[in-house]
């Protein structure tokens, strides 16, 4: 094989894996995928939470407020790639938010934000709003002591 075959082989593989891809996210979810945003730890965040789901990913999230708000969310997973879409569509749709709005963001509201998923990877959604709430729980019970 010349290395002109070989790049015109790898070129043609990564077409496949992205149009896969896309057939598999939407067109949305693979922007995500490609482009991740809202991804990394955050230092000293005022709420955190780390759950790991059945399928065996971990799934981290975490809360800056400001004046009760969400000033700033990132999320952290050693999951697949629907897992990393979903945390990253989760914190985004924490921005912004009091926590009384953040209650309202459940797995289903990440789903629809993304517009699809796998069927197999539907879970992937339900985890990363379960560490939201649990993130904002921390922040709650923090805040309480601090009272």
Request: glycine share 8%; aromatic share 8%.
């Amino acid at each position: 094989m010349t290395m002109e075959n070989f790049d015109d082989f790898v070129n043609n593989l990564q077409e496949q894996i992205f149009d896969e891809a896309r057939d598999a996210y939407g067109e949305k979810g693979f922007q995500r995928w490609r482009n991740p945003l809202f991804h990394g730890k955050i230092e000293s965040p005022d709420g955190q939470a780390r759950l790991t789901g059945d399928c065996g990913d971990t799934m981290e999230i975490f809360l800056k407020f400001e004046n009760d708000r969400v000033k700033q969310a990132s999320y952290f997973t050693d999951g697949c790639a629907s897992s990393a879409i979903c945390g990253s569509f989760a914190a985004e749709l924490a921005m912004g938010k009091d926590p009384d709005e953040l209650t309202d963001i459940t797995g289903d509201s990440v789903l629809k934000e993304i517009g699809r998923l796998p069927e197999t990877d539907m879970h992937c959604a339900s985890l990363a709003a379960a560490t939201l709430q649990e993130a904002l729980s921390n922040y709650m019970s923090v805040r309480r002591k601090g009272k």
